[in-house]
């Protein structure tokens, strides 16, 4: 079945940059999503991409997507103390009514 | 912006009780979707909802659960006897063709 892999921490200093990565295994993947979800608090759609772009870029965030690999990853520029979250990788073969399958997440700790 | 709400947002329940999870989904989606995330765990797909008929179930969707959509504007989840490891959150979601699926900030069930 369909998996996706993330590694579970990142720890990054206030104004550097941060990178969340994930793997897939669906080579039918069509549709890619990053969700963020704070302490005590539901899913919140970051971003996301279709399978046939390679990046998409929307202020701070960066989405890079290498479909050969099946390897997604997120950046986040100038990280705040607010983005200190676990970020989920997510994917879809379509976007109608089709079931997600998310990673574990990747906890995020920014520092001052 | 239109949200997903769910009610309520914490349910403490004895074992072998039955109850309703309630959700309201954004007013124009079609598709609607729960997941549960247990403790430290993915968020798993559990069913997906669309013109007054389940689409998809998971494994985990067994005869204890059920879905309804009472009326125009509500969709429940419903768990007949509740089990100790049926203790997670639960999120609702929806969304339109073509769109992501957006989610609410869900409701921690705690069985006892």
């Known amino acids: 079945g369909e998996d996706v892999e993330q590694s579970l921490f990142l720890s990054v200093r206030e104004g550097d940059s941060s990178v969340i990565n994930c793997t897939y295994t669906?080579?039918?993947?069509?549709?890619l999503y990053w969700y963020k979800q704070e302490p005590g608090a539901g899913l919140q759609l970051l971003t996301y991409?279709?399978?046939?772009?390679d990046m998409k870029q929307d202020q701070r965030l960066t989405v890079l997507l290498n479909k050969k690999d099946k390897h997604l990853s997120l950046r986040i520029a100038d990280t705040q103390t607010g983005d200190s979250a676990i970020y989920f990788c997510a994917e879809s073969p379509n976007s109608g009514y089709s079931t997600l399958t998310f990673g574990k997440g990747t906890m995020l700790l920014v520092s001052p | 912006e239109p949200e997903v709400t769910q009610t309520p947002s914490h349910q403490v329940t004895q074992m072998g009780q039955e109850v309703i999870l309630r959700c309201v989904p954004i007013?124009?989606?079609?598709?609607f979707y729960w997941y549960r995330q247990i403790l430290g765990q993915k968020v798993e797909f559990l069913v997906s909802f669309y013109n007054n008929e389940i689409s998809e179930k998971s494994e985990i969707f067994d005869d204890q659960f059920s879905v309804e959509r009472p009326d125009g504007s509500n969709f429940t989840l419903k768990i007949r006897s509740t089990k100790l490891e049926d203790s997670a959150m639960y999120f609702c979601?929806?969304?339109?063709?073509?769109?992501?699926?957006?989610f609410g900030d869900g409701t921690r069930l705690s069985i006892l």
């Open positions: 007013s124009n989606h079609l598709y």
């Open positions: 669906d080579s039918s993947s069509t549709y």
């Open positions: 991409i279709f399978s046939n772009m």
């Open positions: 979601a929806s969304n339109i063709e073509g769109q992501p699926q957006h």
